[in-house]
């Protein structure tokens, strides 16, 4: 069992919003649930019983009907039940006080008190009413982290309407890749965006999605980096947005259906046309406010911050975490600029208290041998939480060595799918090194053997045995459901499949070895690539990087390691000697690569997840066309090495 690093205080515990739960269910059912896994086992055996208490808890009424089936997919959660997503958000979030605080990194500082985010989202909710958007149609947003898009999402949604954003770090052709297949009526765009003290100019990104939307009638024009200059464009339906808020409105709200669509969230689309994923008023609603005030323990009291752009669905948690009464924080820009010390920075001047971010940039924080407990006072700061990829070990050690040794480090994982963590933190337990602390409260989490059987205390196939209310509804165009049922149960008929790699621990803690489809197998021992990654992160002049294992032929297995190195090291035999020992003591002679390449970058997402499979299939021999979507990439000039490398590969082996 992991060595504990950090454990709740007995007032902690009690103060804790999990416990309020949990006493109220004690009272309610006339339970003795003690402590966090009696109730966790009680939410996934007793669903139906849970998710009942939970809208209870929440709306102070008893929901009627609450799963007239299970299964999975098509399982219907609340049928009786009408609510409004913006609605509740609105009646819960901060009443007196700063609800929003923004910054970017060209120095814009603001924030919004709840009345003016409420007089902003009435203006732009009656130009939508007035140009017609009716319940069931699209607005869209190019646009970045900023409150405009805040405004933007919660207009459209408090008509009923859907909602679905792409940050302007994208390029022209995956925005169009995703918007054209739910043709918006209205449409969002920024003249502009800033990153690592760079400006891009988006006004001709802006003027071709204009001509190439066909289906959008309205264009809202928002000023972010010129907001003096003459913007012209080309559409008869063109408006500034600062036209939209000008004159104070009433803000109603159009209650819908709990499964009536509220946000289309896109896939990562490297291998194809991204997944258009639509997600529910009441799904999304009852999930965000158990996850964030059950497992986040957010209230009030709070400031809550998540390092994140639009595009990544991090945002729309930032967001939703104004159900839980918090204020939220937004920043837009690049976290390590001017220096690294920029978002903890903001975390001191706001007082944050609850700081969320990647794995990825506390890696980068390790690398550069930063020490915010040296230059940052942080005294509000309860709780860091990291996603998007596994937290290495050795980095739990350093948030507690180098950033504060009272705070609560809550990694999680879930994803774009459900728009929410399946494991993460848990107020009540302690924090174990290279651990996530739970399974997610009704989330049925077990790990699966190559047979389809559960496993305990070992490695097996992340599944979901169980429905949840934050399941897509359905994806988007997607005629008869193939595609989403391809998507997650064409392995397992009845349970959903996630593509983790996952180990449920003897503490009732989940560690996630990266993805399944990427497991590196050696010799007959498999493992994750995350254990890869974390030996060869130790060596300080390697930058990052990328690990795959297949069959040059028959029989034979093969494993690169592509490595970036930090800028300024070069590569030699020496260093490869060097990464080669790492590997060796760290995990097995058996691990130790065919071959160690320097590449000038590592294939990312434009989310930063690396790309495994897509480089894996290049290896194999399959096309670039093939494989991945380059529009979907956030470094697509890196791909041409990879190419070359699969060329020689394949020339060798003839």
């Known amino acids: 069992m992991n060595r504990i690093l950090w454990e709740p205080t007995k007032r902690r515990q009690m103060e804790a919003q999990l416990t309020q739960f949990i006493q109220w269910v004690n009272g309610r059912h006339h339970a003795q649930f003690a402590g966090y896994d ?9 669903l139906e019983d849970f998710w009942a208490s939970v809208f209870e808890y929440f709306f102070g009424e008893e929901p009627g009907n609450v799963l007239p089936q299970r299964r999975m997919p098509g399982a219907t959660w609340f049928p009786d039940a009408k609510v409004n997503f913006a609605q509740e958000l609105f009646r819960r979030a901060p009443q007196t006080g700063p609800a929003l605080y923004f910054e970017n990194e060209l120095g814009r500082k603001e924030c919004y008190t709840l009345v003016e985010l409420r007089n902003q ?30 405004v933007a999402l919660l207009a459209t949604v408090s008509l009923g309407a859907i909602w679905s954003v792409c940050s302007p770090d994208f390029g022209e052709p995956s925005v169009l890749d995703r918007f054209r297949q739910i043709e918006p009526k209205v449409l969002f765009v920024v003249d502009g965006y800033s990153y690592n003290g760079r400006l891009f100019d988006k006004h001709s990104a802006a003027e071709n999605m204009v001509r190439q939307l066909s289906s959008v009638k309205r264009v809202v024009k928002v000023r ?11 559409h008869s339906g063109a408006i500034d947005f600062e036209d939209l808020v000008k ?30 994923i639509v997600h529910g ?36 948690v930032v967001v939703s975490g104004l159900l839980t009464g918090s204020a939220i924080i937004l920043y837009d820009g690049s976290p390590s600029y001017p220096s690294w010390d920029r978002l903890w920075d903001l975390a001191d001047r706001i007082g944050v208290t609850f700081f969320g971010t ?46 504060k040794a009272d705070v609560q480090l809550a990694p999680a ?42 496993v305990s205390h070992a490695v097996g196939e992340l599944v979901i045995t169980e429905p949840m209310p934050a399941m897509p ?9 193939v595609r989403y049922y391809n998507s997650y149960f064409e392995r397992y008929p009845g349970v959903w499949t996630h593509g983790d790699w996952v180990s449920i621990t003897e503490s009732g803690g989940v560690v996630i070895l990266g993805r399944s489809d990427a497991t590196l197998n050696r010799y007959g021992v498999r493992m994750g690539s995350s254990e890869l990654y974390r030996a060869v992160d130790t060596v300080e002049a390697v930058e990052d990087s990328l690990a795959i294992e297949f069959a040059r032929r028959p029989g034979a297995s093969f494993m690169p390691l592509f490595v970036k190195l930090v800028p300024g090291e070069t590569w030699s035999s020496e260093l490869e000697v060097q990464i080669k020992q790492v590997i060796r003591q760290a995990l097995s002679p058996r691990h130790v690569p065919d071959a160690i390449v320097e590449m000038r970058d590592i294939p990312k997402t434009l989310n930063g997840k690396k790309l495994e499979v897509p480089v894996k299939r290049l290896m194999m021999g399959e096309s670039v066309t093939n494989v991945i979507n380059v529009d979907a990439m956030a470094n697509p000039e890196c791909l041409g090495e990879y190419v070359d490398y699969a060329k020689r590969l394949a020339d060798v082996s003839k």
């Open 224 to 234: 972010y980096v010129d907001q003096k200059g003459d913007w012209q464009l080309q």
């Open 358 to 403: 990647s794995a990825a940039y506390i890696h980068g924080l390790m690398k550069a041998a930063s020490s915010p407990r040296r230059t940052h006072n942080l005294s509000s700061l309860k709780t860091i939480a990291t996603t998007g990829s596994p937290l290495h070990p050795e980095a739990f050690d350093w948030i507690y060595d180098e950033v």
């Open 281 to 316: 008023h009441g799904g999304m609603l009852l999930t965000q406010l158990a996850t964030q005030m059950f497992h986040f323990d957010l209230g009030s009291a709070d400031r809550f911050f998540w390092f994140t752009t639009t595009g990544w669905m991090m945002w729309n």
């Open 121 to 150: 989202v009435a203006g732009v909710a009656e130009a939508l009413r007035q140009w017609g958007v009716k319940p069931g149609e699209r607005v869209v947003g190019y646009i970045p982290n900023i409150p405009e898009a805040v």
């Open 413 to 454: 994982s879930g994803g774009t799918d459900v728009c929410s963590p399946f494991v993460g933190g848990c107020p009540l337990k302690p924090v174990r090194r290279g651990e996530m602390q739970c399974r997610m409260l009704g989330a049925k989490v077990e790990a699966y053997d190559e047979s389809g059987q559960a």
């Open 247 to 276: 004159e104070p409105r009433e803000l109603t709200f159009d209650l819908v259906p709990f499964d009536h669509p509220l946000w289309i969230l896109f896939s990562s689309g490297t291998t194809g046309l991204p997944k258009p």
């Open 38 to 46: 009696e109730i966790w086992a009680w939410s996934v055996t007793e």
């Open 473 to 481: 509804l359905y994806f988007w165009g997607d005629l008869g459901g």
